[in-house]
């Protein structure tokens, strides 16, 4: 069996048009990117490369070092280590393509040189409601990460051939990463097609599993370990967990982008659990907002109606501008207003170190 187009065949034969006319290509991905953001882009770029075409991935910020094991990642152009923020390398460029975000707002830094830049766009994303932002628009909300989108991209732009072990390895990444090990919108057998194609072309999916889902530091164990039997609490009337971490809690495990990825994933194991609500402060009145959950119940919904964030169904984010303290009672207030798309009840399972009524 083979994989079915899902690309617009005009979208294509756009994007072909604008590839004909390019030569330096710059592709983005959104802030905090994600195994999804950095696996579609590195991927991308990867064949492009070896399509004869100069291709470079932007970021606006630090990658989580997690991925470092990607191949390409080390030349990764990071924005935020710069202070025209990418406004050169976007001026350089004929051709841009906007992977895994759906508006501007989502590449803080960088959007300013990317509305500079004269370059034409692509975007190839997976998110709801995109702004119109590029020339070529291909939007799968439905799709299960950016990476298998991109993978459907180059096999219809007939590039596929191009893409070995390394570009492989990228993509497999984002398609593990945005589907939790494929636990949570992953039933589409299209997906396991995709992989059995990347199977054939090199990829180790098992080495791949062991370095981007089952290896911890020292520093990582501990501080996931003190967030589950410390800031975990449970609300049983909500169905629902929240984890918290403070600044002062960050840096006393000695934290570093990525040390809690998949955190928000583990009160979803408890019975009766349906979704699950982490709370990071990143800086003194600066509050990252992660949610997940399981069955219908939308957690976009929360994130786009109370933290100006979003995503898909089951996993969604925001950020919320006050203190730890302050997201908690906005948490806490949002809940009612979301007790209808709860399913039918459950026993929740106790939880000895705290639980709120």
């Given at each position: 069996?083979?994989?079915?187009?899902?690309?617009?065949?005009?979208?294509?034969?756009?994007?072909?048009?604008?590839?004909?006319?390019?030569?330096?290509?710059?592709?983005?991905?959104?802030?905090?990117?994600?195994?999804?953001?950095?696996?579609?882009?590195?991927?991308?770029?990867?064949?492009?490369?070896?399509?004869?075409?100069?291709?470079?991935?932007?970021?606006?910020?630090?990658?989580?070092?997690?991925?470092?094991?990607?191949?390409?990642?080390?030349?990764?152009?990071?924005?935020?280590?710069?202070?025209?923020?990418?406004?050169?390398?976007?001026?350089?460029?004929?051709?841009?393509?906007?992977?895994?975000?759906?508006?501007?707002?989502?590449?803080?830094?960088?959007?300013?040189?990317?509305?500079?830049?004269?370059?034409?766009?692509?975007?190839?994303?997976?998110?709801?409601?995109?702004?119109?932002?590029?020339?070529?628009?291909?939007?799968?909300?439905?799709?299960?990460?950016?990476?298998?989108?991109?993978?459907?991209?180059?096999?219809?732009?007939?590039?596929?051939?191009?893409?070995?072990?390394?570009?492989?390895?990228?993509?497999?990444?984002?398609?593990?990463?945005?589907?939790?090990?494929?636990?949570?919108?992953?039933?589409?057998?299209?997906?396991?097609?995709?992989?059995?194609?990347?199977?054939?072309?090199?990829?180790?999916?098992?080495?791949?599993?062991?370095?981007?889902?089952?290896?911890?530091?020292?520093?990582?164990?501990?501080?996931?370990?003190?967030?589950?039997?410390?800031?975990?609490?449970?609300?049983?009337?909500?169905?629902?967990?929240?984890?918290?971490?403070?600044?002062?809690?960050?840096?006393?495990?000695?934290?570093?982008?990525?040390?809690?990825e998949g955190l928000v994933n583990r009160p979803l194991s408890i019975p009766g659990i349906v979704y699950s609500i982490y709370l990071r402060e990143d800086e003194k009145n600066y509050v990252k907002v992660s949610m997940r959950s399981t069955g219908d119940f939308p957690v976009n919904k929360i994130c786009e109606e109370r933290f100006g964030g979003g995503g898909h169904l089951n996993a969604a984010g925001g950020e919320f501008d006050g203190s730890l303290t302050e997201a908690i009672d906005?948490?806490?207030?949002?809940?009612?207003?979301?007790?209808?798309?709860?399913?039918?009840?459950?026993?929740?399972?106790?939880?000895?170190?705290?639980?709120?009524?």
């Open positions: 069996m083979t994989t079915k187009p899902i690309i617009k065949q005009e979208q294509i034969r756009q994007a072909s048009g604008l590839l004909d006319k390019a030569r330096n290509i710059v592709i983005t991905c959104h802030m905090t990117p994600d195994g999804d953001a950095i696996g579609s882009s590195l991927g991308l770029a990867r064949v492009l490369n070896a399509a004869g075409f100069r291709a470079s991935v932007v970021t606006p910020d630090t990658p989580p070092h997690a991925l470092d094991f990607l191949p390409g990642i080390c030349d990764v152009y990071i924005a935020s280590r710069f202070a025209d923020g990418g406004r050169a390398i976007l001026s350089a460029a004929d051709l841009v393509f906007c992977l895994d975000y759906n508006g501007l707002k989502r590449i803080d830094r960088l959007a300013p040189a990317l509305e500079a830049s004269k370059a034409p766009r692509i975007m190839i994303d997976h998110h709801l409601d995109p702004e119109n932002m590029a020339d070529v628009m291909i939007s799968h909300p439905e799709a299960s990460s950016t990476s298998f989108l991109v993978y459907h991209f180059l096999k219809q732009l007939g590039l596929d051939n191009l893409m070995d072990a390394d570009a492989a390895t990228c993509i497999y990444t984002g398609m593990l990463t945005d589907t939790g090990h494929f636990s949570y919108n992953s039933n589409d057998p299209e997906i396991y097609l995709v992989i059995a194609d990347l199977l054939r072309k090199g990829l180790d999916k098992d080495d791949v599993f062991t370095k981007a889902w089952n290896t911890n530091s020292v520093n990582r164990l501990r501080i996931c370990g003190y967030a589950q039997c410390h800031n975990m609490t449970l609300l049983p009337h909500h169905r629902m967990a929240l984890i918290t971490l403070s600044r002062d809690e960050l840096d006393e495990f000695g934290y570093v982008k990525g040390d809690t906005a948490v806490l207030a949002a809940l009612p207003d979301y007790d209808r798309y709860l399913p039918d009840e459950e026993a929740v399972e106790s939880c000895p170190q705290k639980t709120v009524e």
